[in-house]
């Protein structure tokens, strides 16, 4: 085993108290200029298009006609974009399809109320209807199993008669739990808790 010496090199030397002091100054304010120069870099830029729980409550709280305009234009995008991420065309396959989080950004779009609720929950009937089974889903699954029950406990009790919105969200479930239960009887489920 060969060894390898190491030159010790000092650059510095002895030196004065004041120009000790310099030189920590100097080396604090490059140090600083290097945080705040890579702090700048980490700044994130969302995609105006990306579902936000900020987004949904101006959606619900919005009062002003223009900016219902303006937000429900924004939440067709989004819809439209997520829809292409479902991959309803391609049969849930393709390199631009993302299901689990498709199934989520809808389980949060579907939360603003109207129009735009039932075809968040028809996108999301039709792509749980029609997606090959995948031990990947299994997550996502669960987040949508768990979303049905509330949205079942908290809206609908309430209600004596069942609207549009809740007929689907029970057809939502009932696939959601089929997907579930078929992964429980093959075993794909252990340790998944």
Same mark, same amino acid.
């Given at each position: 085993m060969p060894i390898h010496k190491v030159p010790v090199v000092h650059k510095f030397g002895i030196i004065s108290h004041s120009q000790r002091l310099e030189l920590q100054e100097r080396l604090l304010r490059q140090s600083l200029e290097q945080t705040v120069s890579t702090h700048r870099m980490q700044t994130v830029t969302r995609n105006p298009l990306e579902v936000t729980e900020g987004f949904i409550h101006q959606y619900n709280? %919005? @009062? *002003? /006609?223009?900016? #219902?305009?303006? $937000? *429900?234009d924004k939440a067709r995008k989004m819809l439209l974009r997520i829809r292409r991420r479902t991959g309803? #065309? *391609?049969?849930?396959?393709?390199?631009?399809? !993302? $299901?689990? =989080? &498709?199934?989520?950004?809808? %389980? =949060?779009? &579907? +939360?603003?109320?109207? #129009?735009? +609720?039932?075809e968040c929950l028809e996108v999301l009937i039709t792509s749980l209807d029609q997606v090959p089974l995948s031990t990947h889903h299994i997550p996502s699954l669960f987040f949508l199993a768990e979303t049905? $029950? /509330?949205?079942?406990? @908290?809206? &609908?009790? !309430? +209600?004596?008669?069942?609207r549009t919105a809740e007929l689907k969200l029970l057809k939502m479930g009932q696939l959601t739990f089929t997907r579930l239960l078929y992964h429980q009887l093959v075993g794909n489920l252990e340790g998944q808790a």
């Open positions: 709280d %919005a @009062t *002003d /006609y223009r900016e #219902k305009e303006r $937000l *429900d309803l #065309k *391609d049969g849930g396959t393709g390199d631009h399809v !993302n $299901l689990p =989080m &498709a199934w989520s950004e809808l %389980a =949060m779009l &579907a +939360q603003c109320r109207g #129009k735009i +609720q039932e049905t $029950l /509330y949205w079942l406990r @908290t809206d &609908a009790i !309430n +209600q004596p008669f069942l």
